[in-house]
Nanobody, 126 residues
Framework: QVQLVESGGGLVQPGGSLRLSCAASGRSFTTNPMGWFRQAPGKDREFVAI???????YYVDSVKGRFTISRDNAQNTVNLQMNSLKPEDTAVYYC????????????????????WGQGTQVTVSS
C-alpha cells in the first residue's frame, strides 16, 4: 500500500519560515514527479511546486523566490522549504506523487497525481 505522510506544518508569523517534509512508502518514486499543492478554506486545491525525476523544478508564480522544493531519492522523500511566509500562504499543504513519467514537462494539474498525503496545516499569522 502506497502512503505519503507529511510533517512540518504549524503556526508561523509573517516573514517566518517552515520546512515541510513528505515520506513515501510502498513504492519508489525516483523516476516520477513529486509535488506540493495547497488548499485554503473555500478555495480549490492549487499547484505550488513540482520536482521531476532529474531534479528540475517549477513553481507557481506566487511562491517563486520564497519556496524551494527538493527530493532525496535514497530516502524516497520530498521537502518544501518555505521562507518569507505571507498570510496568503495559509492553507492545508498536500504532498503528491505521480505514477506517470512526464519527461520533458512539469505536470501541474491535481488530476495528474495519483497518490496524496493527508495534508498538513500551515498558518501564517501574527
Amino acid at each position: 500500500q502506497v502512503q505519503l505522510v507529511e510533517s512540518g506544518g504549524g503556526l508561523v508569523q509573517p516573514g517566518g519560515s517552515l520546512r515541510l517534509s513528505c515520506a513515501a512508502s510502498g513504492r519508489s518514486f525516483t523516476t516520477n514527479p513529486m509535488g506540493w499543492f495547497r488548499q485554503a478554506p473555500g478555495k480549490d486545491r492549487e499547484f505550488v511546486a513540482i520536482i521531476n525525476w532529474s531534479g528540475g523544478t517549477y513553481y507557481v508564480d506566487s511562491v517563486k523566490g520564497r519556496f524551494t522544493i527538493s527530493r532525496d531519492n535514497a530516502q524516497n522523500t520530498v521537502n518544501l522549504q518555505m521562507n518569507s511566509l505571507k498570510p496568503e500562504d495559509t492553507a492545508v499543504y498536500y504532498c503528491a506523487a505521480s505514477s506517470g513519467s512526464y519527461r520533458g514537462t512539469f505536470p501541474t494539474s491535481r488530476y495528474q497525481y495519483q497518490y496524496w498525503g493527508q495534508g498538513t496545516q500551515v498558518t501564517v499569522s501574527s
